[in-house]
Structure formats: C-alpha cells, structure tokens
C-alpha cells in the first residue's frame, strides 16, 4: 500500500481520508467486526482494534468507556460506512488484549502513535466516559483528529450522587480513595454480576434511561461480551478509570477546550440536575453541547443515527 506522500495533499479534498496500514483482515472489515492486534510506538505495546469499512472512508474511531469496551453495533457501522466513515474501535490500554499503560497523558501518546502508524488522517474522535481524559488530550496533541466528539463526560464535576443504583456511588467512591478501596469495589461489583448476571446487572445500572434498558436487550451478546473485558480489568486499571473520571482532572483548566474542533454530547434521558452541572462545565471550558434523544450511559450508541446526523452537520 503506497504511503501518502506530503505533496499528494495538494491535488486532493482537504477531508481526503487515509487508509489503515495496520489493517490485515483483508475485505473481511467490509461485513464483519473483527479484532486485530498490534504493536504500537517505541515501546511496542499491543493495541486491540477493530476496523469496519473500505480504505477510502474518512475514520471515526472510537474511545469505549470502562462500563462498555466494546466495539459499536454491527448496524451502526453499516450506517456510517454508507454516510462516508470507516469505523475504528480501540480498546484502550488495560482492557482486553490491549498492554497496560500508565496515566491519561501516557494512554493519549499510544494512541497518538497508532493513529500515525495507521496512517489515519482527518479523523473524527468520540470519546465516551472514562475515556474522555484520555479523549482530551489526544485531540490536544494529535493534528490527526480533526474533530472531537466527548459523549457522557463528566468534566470537573462532583457526580457521586447521581448514579443509580445509590449503592454505585459509594464503591465508586471507595475506588477513588486508595488501591484497597479499588480493589475491593471491583471485586464487589464482579460479585453482584456474577451473581444475577450481566444483562440484569447493566438493566439494573441504566433503569433510569429507557434508551438504555433497549439496548441493553437489544444487543444482548455484545452486552455479555463488554462484562466479559470490562470484569477482567486489573485493579490498577480500575482505579485510574475511576479517578480521572470522579476526581478534578488538572488539564480541565478555564477554556481549556475552546481551541479544538469539538462538541459535548449527553443523552436526552439524563437527570436534570446532569444536565445543568453538564452545561456549566461546557461553559467553563469553552466548549459546544448537544443531546442524543435517547439514552444516557449508552447514548452514543442508542442514538447512532442522530450521533452520524450530528457529526454531518458539523464536519
């Protein structure tokens, strides 16, 4: 596969995308979720990724959060194959066949090096959750990403009492406090899990969201799948999840994203008290937002139609 050369940027469309020189599946990547392997950056650290969709699309990659490391539905990858991206899922550092790495600034300069050596460009980010820290500082260094989208951030907010269940709040809490405390919430919601079963547990976890209950029943085996990943994380990688997501995060300073192209997204069916502690940070940090119409922890992928409309509209 030829390797774009600087001075072929001239004769192309300014949004002209690159193909993945990592890809190996071949016209697999064309009908089926595959996850593929490789080593990244000088210290050669394994990346777990999955690619759908032909060389020419423009790439849309997605960073999972902790609850769901997982890659988008089947379906939604057709949908944004025929609106113009190839889909590009990465499980991030921890998390399934991915190598370990250190904090947020670490895991952005990985990512940062697969991005060139995929020989990605122009690419669209959307970072969820846990991994918008990660999210922040990758478009932040990378001129790969050309624009960001942060699904479900929690920004420099306190949000402890918002989640539902309110036995969640205080093990996250717990998780954030020392590695003890981490291991002993993760070993607890593994045994809540283990017990009832991950589908009742997720049920559980998003019944305040309707978009999310569907989901949850709607797709079932990737459902499975996520807790499968997610429960086999190590404690270490729970806590630094837990901590950049539930403590202040010092790259959040005032306007500290108003300079790169992006957009903060929540779910329609988030409480109200989210949404305005949602839209102060935004503010703050300078910073769009939006809503997708249905779905709160999953609504970047209930919403998938209105997510590619969105991204559409702005790019």
């Known amino acids: 596969m030829k390797t774009p050369h600087a001075l072929d940027l001239i004769s192309v469309p300014a949004l002209a995308p690159r193909a993945n020189q990592l890809d190996k599946t071949g016209d697999k990547k064309r009908v089926l979720r595959v996850w593929q392997t490789a080593r990244v950056g000088p210290w050669q650290r394994q990346l777990e990724y999955m690619h759908f969709g032909a060389d020419d699309l423009r790439p849309l990659i997605f960073l999972h959060s902790i609850e769901y490391p997982n890659c988008p539905s089947w379906g939604f990858c057709v949908d944004a194959a025929e609106a113009g991206f190839g889909t590009i899922a990465i499980r991030r550092p921890g998390f399934g066949a991915s190598d370990k790495a250190g904090e947020a600034d670490e895991q952005a300069a990985l990512l940062g090096h697969f991005l060139t050596q995929a020989g990605l460009e122009n690419a669209v980010l959307v970072s969820i959750g846990s991994a918008c820290p990660v999210g922040y500082r990758l478009a932040a260094s990378s001129p790969r990403i050309a624009f960001s989208v942060y699904v479900n951030c929690v920004f420099n907010r306190d949000v402890i009492s918002e989640f539902r269940p309110q036995w969640l709040g205080p093990i996250f809490a717990q998780a954030v406090q020392n590695p003890a405390g981490a291991r002993f919430s993760l070993e607890a919601l593994r045994q809540i899990a283990n017990r009832f079963g991950a589908k009742w547990f997720y049920e559980t976890v998003t019944q305040k969201s309707p978009g999310d209950v569907t989901f949850v029943r709607t797709f079932a085996k ?29 790259f959040l300073t005032d306007n500290a994203l108003s300079g790169l192209p992006s957009l903060a997204l929540s779910g329609e069916e988030t409480t109200a008290t989210w949404k305005r502690g949602f839209e102060a940070e ?12 249905s779905g709160d922890i999953f609504a970047a992928y209930q919403s998938g139609e209105a997510l590619l409309s969105l991204l559409r509209e702005r790019l």
């Open 222 to 250: 990737d459902i499975e799948e996520a807790w499968a990943i997610g429960s086999a994380i190590d404690t270490a990688t729970f806590r630094d999840e837990m901590r950049y997501s539930l403590s202040d995060d010092p």
């Open 282 to 293: 935004a503010r703050r940090l300078g910073i769009p937002v939006g809503y997708l119409p």
